[in-house]
C-alpha cells in the first residue's frame, strides 16, 4: 500500500501545476492527474500547495556554544526535511575522522531529520588539507574555513584557504568561507570596548560592510588563481553581493546565499534597549535596511543562490547564555534560532508580500540548497524517485510567530510577533508524516545523513567545460 497527495497544486523551481503524488516505500514513484487511488492511503490536497522540503544547507547543532539534535524535530514542524550541518574538526582529530567522531557521538539515533554535513576546517596543517580528498568517501563534499576570528582556533590565514582550495578542487570538493577581515575586526572591536562601548548596538561597527566586502574580494581572488569554485555563506550585503555577482558574470565559479535573518532584520534590531540586542548577535551582523532591501534583489535575481537559516540555538538561550557579554558586546555568543521559521518568513515576507515568486520561493530554500548541498535530485524537489519528503502547505492559516510554538530549545524566538501566513500542514519524511499543523507527530532520531555527492552545483562551469 502507497500513498497518494491527490489534487494539489504542486510548486517546483520551475513549475506549478496539479497532479497527485504517489508514495511508496521512501521515494516518490509517480505523478500524474487521476491516480488510481485503489488499495492506497489518500491525502487530499485540494486547495492545499504542495511543495518538496526544505533543504537548509546552514545550519549549526552541538558547535559555537550551540544546542544539540535533541532540538532539531524543530525543522520538521517548519517544513524543513533536511538541514546541512557543520562538523567542527577538533585540533589533533583528522578531517574525516572528524565527520566519522561527530555522526558518531551526536547524530547516530538523535538527529530527527534528515542531514548533510559540511567540514570545517578548524586544524590547519598538510595532514588536513591532504584529507580532503578523502571526505566525499564519507559523504562529505563541502569544507568551510572562517577568514574571521582572530585569535581563536576558527580563523585560518589565506595560506590554508589557497591550499584547501587547489586541494578541494581535486576532489569536487566545494571550498566554503566565512568571509570577514579577521586583523580589521580585531582592531575595531578592541578600539570600541575601549572607548566604553559595549552594548550590542556597537557590534556591527566592530565589523562593518566592507570588511566582509574585502574578504569577498580576497576569498574570490585567491579562488581565482586557483582556477576552484568558491562558495560564499551567508552573504548580509549589496557590495558583497556585488562582488560576487560581478565575479561570476566575468566567468568565475563565485557562488554565495544569504540567510533569513538578512532578509528580514537589520541593525534596528541591534539596537534593542535593555540588552535584547544581544538576541540578534550573529556573524556577520544585522546590516543596514537599504542592504536588507538588496538581499531579496539578489535572490530574486540569482545573484545569490540560496537562502540558509544559520540556525545556532546558544545554549542558556537569552537568559544565561547571551548573559556572557552583558559588559562587552565581543563576548555575546553569536548566533540565533531559525531552523523552524525560515520556509515560513519567506513565505510570508517573500511570497505573500510579492518579494519573490512561489518558485523562486521553491528554489532558494528547497532546489538550490541540494544542489549546492550535492543531494540533488535526492533532496530538494518533487521527481519521480526523489525521497518523498514533501510538504502540503495550507496558505490560508494565519498566525503569528511565537516561542510558545517553538522547538528550537532556545527562550526566544529571533521573529518573535512576525506575521505567519500559511502553514505546513502535513509534513513527510520519506513518506512517513512527521509534523501536522505545527506539531510533531514523527518519531525522534530517525534522520539519516544524505551522502553529498562531489562536483556540486559550484562545479558546474567546470562540468560544461567553460
Ligand atoms: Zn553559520
Known amino acids: 500500500m502507497g500513498l497518494i497527495i491527490k489534487n494539489g497544486n504542486i510548486i517546483t523551481s520551475k513549475n506549478e501545476y496539479r497532479a497527485d503524488i504517489l508514495v511508496e516505500g521512501e521515494q516518490i514513484i509517480a505523478i500524474g492527474r487521476d491516480l488510481d487511488t485503489k488499495g492506497h492511503e489518500v491525502v487530499d490536497a485540494t486547495g492545499k500547495y504542495v511543495f518538496p522540503g526544505g533543504v537548509d544547507e546552514h545550519v549549526h547543532y552541538n558547535s559555537f556554544n550551540s544546542l544539540g539534535y535533541e532540538t532539531s524535530h524543530a525543522a520538521l514542524v517548519g517544513g524543513t526535511t533536511t538541514v546541512g550541518d557543520f562538523v567542527v574538526q577538533p585540533v589533533g582529530v583528522g578531517l574525516k575522522d572528524s565527520i566519522i567522531n561527530y555522526k558518531r557521538d551526536y547524530l547516530d539515533g538523535v538527529a530527527t531529520p534528515d542531514y548533510v554535513l559540511h567540514g570545517i576546517i578548524m586544524d590547519p596543517c598538510e595532514e588536513s588539507i591532504d584529507d580532503l580528498v578523502n ?56 578600539k570600541l570596548i575601549e572607548e566604553g562601548k559595549t552594548e550590542p548596538k556597537y557590534f556591527g561597527d566592530s565589523r562593518p560592510v566592507l570588511s566582509e566586502a574585502e574578504a569577498t574580494s580576497r576569498a574570490i581572488y585567491m579562488a581565482k588563481i586557483a582556477e576552484a569554485p568558491i562558495f560564499v555563506v551567508h552573504v548580509t550585503n549589496q557590495k558583497s553581493a556585488e562582488i560576487i555577482r560581478d565575479a561570476y558574470n566575468e566567468g568565475l565559479s563565485a557562488y554565495g546565499e544569504t540567510c533569513t535573518h538578512y532578509l528580514m532584520l537589520s541593525d534596528e534590531n541591534l539596537a534593542k534597549p535593555n540588552f535584547e540586542g544581544a538576541k540578534y548577535v550573529c556573524n556577520p551582523p544585522l546590516r543596514p535596511q537599504s542592504d536588507v532591501d538588496f538581499m531579496w534583489e539578489a535572490i530574486n535575481k540569482g545573484w545569490l543562490l540560496s537562502v540558509g537559516s544559520d540556525h545556532c540555538a546558544i545554549m542558556g538561550g537569552f537568559s ?110 520519506r513518506g512517513k508524516l512527521v509534523a501536522e499543523g505545527g506539531k510533531f507527530v514523527g518519531e525522534l532520531g530517525k534522520g539519516k545523513q544524505v551522502m553529498s555527492a562531489p562536483y556540486a552545483y559550484c562545479y558546474e562551469k567546470f562540468k560544461e567545460g567553460k
Open 135 to 190: 571526505m566525499p568517501s564519507v559523504g562529505v563534499s563541502s569544507v568551510k574555513l572562517f577568514m574571521a576570528y582572530k585569535g581563536m582556533p576558527y580563523y585560518v590565514s589565506d595560506e590554508w584557504i589557497f591550499k584547501a582550495l587547489c586541494k578541494g578542487k581535486q576532489a569536487g570538493v566545494t571550498i566554503m568561507v566565512h568571509a570577514e577581515n579577521a586583523d580589521i575586526i580585531d582592531v575595531l572591536t578592541k
Open 320 to 429: 544565561e547564555g547571551k548573559r556572557k557579554g552583558i559588559n562587552d558586546f565581543s563576548k555575546i555568543p553569536p548566533g540565533s534560532p531559525g531552523v523552524q521559521d525560515r520556509l515560513y518568513m519567506m513565505w510570508t515576507y517573500g511570497v505573500e508580500s510579492g518579494k519573490i515568486s512561489r518558485q523562486k520561493f521553491v528554489e532558494v530554500c528547497c532546489t538550490m540548497p541540494a544542489k549546492i548541498c550535492g543531494i540533488y535530485p535526492q533532496k530538494g524537489d518533487i521527481m519521480v524517485g526523489s525521497d518523498a519528503d514533501i510538504v502540503i502547505f495550507d496558505p490560508n492559516y494565519q498566525g503569528v510567530v511565537s516561542i510558545k510554538d517553538s522547538l528550537s530549545g532556545s527562550d526566544y524566538c529571533t521573529y518573535e510577533g512576525y506575521q505567519q501566513k500559511g502553514i505546513a500542514e502535513k509534513v513527510f519524511l
